[in-house]
């Protein structure tokens, strides 16, 4: 057997892991921490699981030992060589490892040492969670006979089984000729009947089951759209590496938002506030961490995925708005080279591979004119295609200006995003510390990432009188030996329920580990809120 090592962008192992090892005192360790090979010899000499979390895509030489279990006796008893130290080798001793990046790349030999475990949400494992969710938050009681349908069929089935075992196990242990084993007989007899049984209830259970899905059925609109932009969050990070969100984040936004959104009889009404109301609740809680240049470009990422999934856009029409054309299809040559550039006539051609613009380059030869006055034009993304291309839908239009007029295409996505969604979604989202403040949890720490010159030290101070928590506030400037004065601040804080404030916490690198682990430990129900 090997050790388990789990891709885990999510945090869903790591959270399982110490939920299973919870009674067990599981010690949580990284490799970052100057005492983990300490911290896992005692593990491995008490028997007490152990957890490795967020590691890289190489492992500690001297885990080799733990890997590949290099036990072997010594005076009697199992021993492992741990670094230089000989220590005893406990057989109740447990070794997870996650970690947090979502495509590493191991190494044939690391590989061989462990079993890679895939922890990444799927689409459909995460639409069954969120369906779960919210049935949850709209109907308990479905989703509590549901669940207790799944325990009840299963503990049924597995006493079926049990059964099976059991005249398995007498009839090889029979001696003599069966029809004469009265006990035997009896057993089967017994058996037979509580077999027939379980049977009727599982099949009861499961029609019960059928109908309770029905109804659940209804709210997978919310699931759905829900998932979508899950995964439109989690392909920012190929933005910008900063751009990390956690499902658990993504959940208390989501499930605030079924609280809050508008309610309704009708659960199509319902569905819709819902959807509304997230979509827009999730755009503003993301905008507050986004740099200003990349807000449009997740609103547009938003309503395409939105369309995409009511299969409104075409996925070869995407792929030549985000890359361009690569292939030639009949070559033309071009009309106009006074006004129609080297690179915008290549567009033109290729734009031929997608069917629906199989013609557009003939087409643009014959209409050069009109097609002039629309390059021309202050606001080429307002003005009428020519002939037949009028039908074009407003995705579609944002190809053709692609090719024209490139300049002007980010003005037609804010035209197409507030069309489609909303013009609220291209509007400037103020930085409110009241809003950010109602988001925050006491478990959840807000972060200032700040650009040269701001310092929101002022406003802050500000927020504080008007919360009436002046005399509850503590800061301090983060750099050499404040480390461990923070650190009191900060437990002194959760105890008497203040707020702390750590300012330049980039003149202390070195701490952030630190901090990472005590933010980590902080349980809700023991924080004073």
Not at 171 to 191: Q, R
Request: with cysteine; aromatic share 10%.
């Amino acid at each position: 057997r090997r050790w388990p090592l789990f891709i885990d962008p999510q945090g869903q192992a790591n959270r399982w892991v110490k939920s299973l090892e919870k009674d067990k005192l599981l010690d949580v360790v990284k490799l970052t921490d100057r005492d983990f090979l300490r911290s896992l010899e005692n593990a491995v000499r008490f028997g007490k699981p152990c957890l490795l979390e967020n590691v890289g895509e190489d492992l500690d030489p001297a885990l080799d030992p733990i890997l590949t279990r290099q036990t072997f006796k010594q005076a009697g008893n199992m021993v492992i060589k741990l670094g230089d130290n000989v220590i005893p080798y406990h057989d109740d001793f447990r070794f997870y490892i996650t970690t947090k990046l979502p495509n590493p790349r191991y190494t044939p030999e690391l590989a061989t040492k462990v079993t890679i475990l895939n922890f990444t949400l799927s689409p459909r494992g995460l639409e069954d969670q969120l369906l779960g969710f919210v049935v949850a938050e709209e109907r308990p009681d479905l989703e509590d006979a549901k669940n207790a349908l799944i325990v009840s069929n299963a503990r049924m089935k597995q006493e079926l089984k049990e059964i099976e075992d059991k005249i398995l196990f007498k009839l090889s242990n029979s001696v003599g000729n069966p029809v004469d084993d009265i006990e035997m007989i009896d057993v089967l007899h017994a058996s037979k009947t509580k077999s027939q049984e379980i049977q009727n209830k599982v099949a009861i259970s499961e029609q019960n089951e059928k109908a309770i899905d029905v109804t659940r059925s209804l709210y997978i609109p919310v699931s759905v759209r829900t998932r979508i932009l899950f995964f439109c969050v989690n392909d920012l990070a190929n933005i910008d590496p900063m751009y990390q969100y956690s499902l658990e984040w993504f959940l208390t936004i989501f499930l605030s938002s079924i609280a809050g959104a508008e309610k309704s009889e009708d659960v199509s009404e319902r569905i819709l506030h819902i959807n509304d109301y997230f979509t827009f609740s999730l755009y503003s809680n993301v905008c507050r961490s986004l740099f200003e240049k990349h807000k449009l470009l997740f609103s547009f990422l938003l309503s395409s995925r939105i369309l995409m999934n009511e299969d409104k856009i075409d996925l070869k029409e995407w792929k030549f708005l985000i890359s361009g054309g690569a292939i030639v299809v009949k070559e033309i040559p071009n009309p106009a080279p006074d006004w129609v550039n080297e690179r915008s006539w290549k567009e033109i051609l290729c734009i031929q591979a997608v069917e629906r613009f199989a013609n557009f380059a003939e087409d643009f030869v014959k209409n050069t004119e009109e097609f002039k006055l629309i390059f021309d034009s202050s606001e080429p993304h307002k003005e009428k295609l020519p002939g037949d291309w009028s039908q074009l839908n407003s995705f579609q239009n944002l190809l053709v200006l692609r090719c024209i007029r490139p300049d002007k295409v980010t003005n037609a996505m804010q035209d197409f995003v507030a069309d489609k969604i909303g013009q609220r979604f291209i509007e400037p989202q103020t930085s409110d510390l009241g809003v950010a403040f109602k988001d925050s949890s006491p478990v959840s720490p807000l972060i200032f990432v700040l650009s040269q010159g701001t310092d929101p030290a002022a406003d802050l101070y500000k927020f504080t009188e008007e919360m009436k928590f002046t005399k509850k506030f503590s800061a301090i400037s983060l750099g050499q030996g404040q480390g461990p004065i923070a650190e009191k601040m900060m437990k002194e804080g959760m105890e008497r329920g203040k707020w702390v404030f750590f300012q330049n916490c980039h003149l202390a690198p070195s701490w952030m580990p630190s901090l990472e682990r005590l933010i980590e430990q902080i349980e809700s129900d023991k924080v004073r809120k």
